[in-house]
């Protein structure tokens, strides 16, 4: 990502949001912030969101149903949630239907929160470079398969016994 990392912070609480972007920026991530899922919905779509931090519990909706719309218009932002209590329903519920990467609970511990930041970007780089390395294997076999069909037998390679490539001879192919 030779960018700077930008994280989404989604809570209706202002001293949340506050003192998360505290602790990212000093982590140097450049922080947005929104005081709700409409809002966070829309700098989504303005700009490139790498990792989004949302409450679960906010007024105007809960943050796990903004997490499955995150993930079905920005699949590549990487996903964790907070709330102060949580049923193991809920737990369940956010990582199968919201497909979290964690869910944290208040208060978090600094270290461990920023801890998962790390890896979760790293998961997110990991996975970016994996897809690009599928799309560049993909588009080298559509190759193939284009000079295949110009050119019969030109993909084939002939072995000998030992498994070694057998070059044609140049001498025998003049003769």
């Known amino acids: 990502m030779g960018e700077q990392p930008v994280i989404l912070i989604v809570d209706d609480e202002p001293q949340i949001r506050s ?4 602790l990212l920026e000093r982590e140097q991530y ?5 005081p709700g899922t409409q809002e966070a919905l829309k700098i989504a779509r303005r700009r490139r969101v790498d990792l989004v931090i949302s409450d ?3 007024p105007e909706s809960n943050g796990l149903d903004f997490l499955i719309q995150m993930k079905k218009d920005h699949p590549q932002t990487v996903r964790i949630i907070m709330t102060g209590k949580a049923d193991l329903n809920t737990v369940v519920a956010a990582i199968n239907d919201g497909h979290v990467y964690r869910f944290v609970l208040k208060p978090w511990d600094n270290e461990e ?3 998962s930041v790390r890896l979760a970007l790293e998961q997110r780089k990991l996975l970016n ?6 799309d560049r294997v ?3 076999e ?3 398969r284009n000079l295949a069909a110009q050119y019969p037998g030109i993909t084939s390679v002939e072995r000998d016994a030992e498994g070694a490539i057998v070059l044609d001879d140049p001498d025998e192919a003049a003769a």
Not at 19 to 22: G, V
Not at 129 to 134: A, C, I, K, M, S
Request: aromatic residues 4%.
């Open 129 to 134: 470079e994996n897809r690009q390395l599928v």
């Open 19 to 22: 003192a998360l972007r505290r």
């Open 138 to 140: 993909e588009n080298q």
């Open 30 to 34: 450049e922080v947005l912030d929104a």
């Open 56 to 58: 679960y519990m906010m």
């Open 113 to 115: 929160l920023c801890l």
């Open 142 to 144: 559509n190759i193939l």
